[in-house]
């Protein structure tokens, strides 16, 4: 199972961008997906997280508000929109799922894409 990140770029301060993340590969259940961020000199954070029904999220309390999670049950996909933008939200976002196969439950990252957020 592979994850594959997209929508990553250069937005300005109150600017809008949408990640998506898009699995490919087997035969699973989604438990979780969810985007984390990682800045430069900083440990890897969760920005968001959404259950496999799509019902559940969660949010760090720095995007409340202005991030939104979401998922295409049918297309295994995820995406994160970015609204209202800030310089601290400059980082590489990395797509996580939590899943489970016939084989049992397995977690994958993707490889991350950057966001860079110009003031």
């Known amino acids: 199972v592979q994850l594959v990140e997209s929508g990553g770029g250069l937005v300005q301060a109150g600017g809008s961008l949408k990640l998506s993340c898009a699995t490919s590969g087997g035969t699973f259940r989604i438990n979780a997906m969810g985007w984390y961020r990682q800045a430069p000199g900083k440990q890897r954070e969760l920005v968001a997280v959404i259950n496999g029904g799509g019902g559940t999220t969660n949010y760090a309390d720095s995007v409340k508000g202005r991030f939104t999670i979401s998922m295409d049950n049918a297309k295994s996909t995820v995406y994160l929109q970015m609204k209202n933008s800030k310089p601290e939200d400059t980082a590489v976002y990395y797509c996580?799922?939590?899943?489970?196969?016939?084989?049992?439950?397995?977690?994958?990252w993707g490889q991350g894409t950057q966001v860079t957020v110009s003031s």
């Open positions: 996580n799922l939590a899943a489970r196969s016939t084989w049992g439950p397995f977690n994958r």
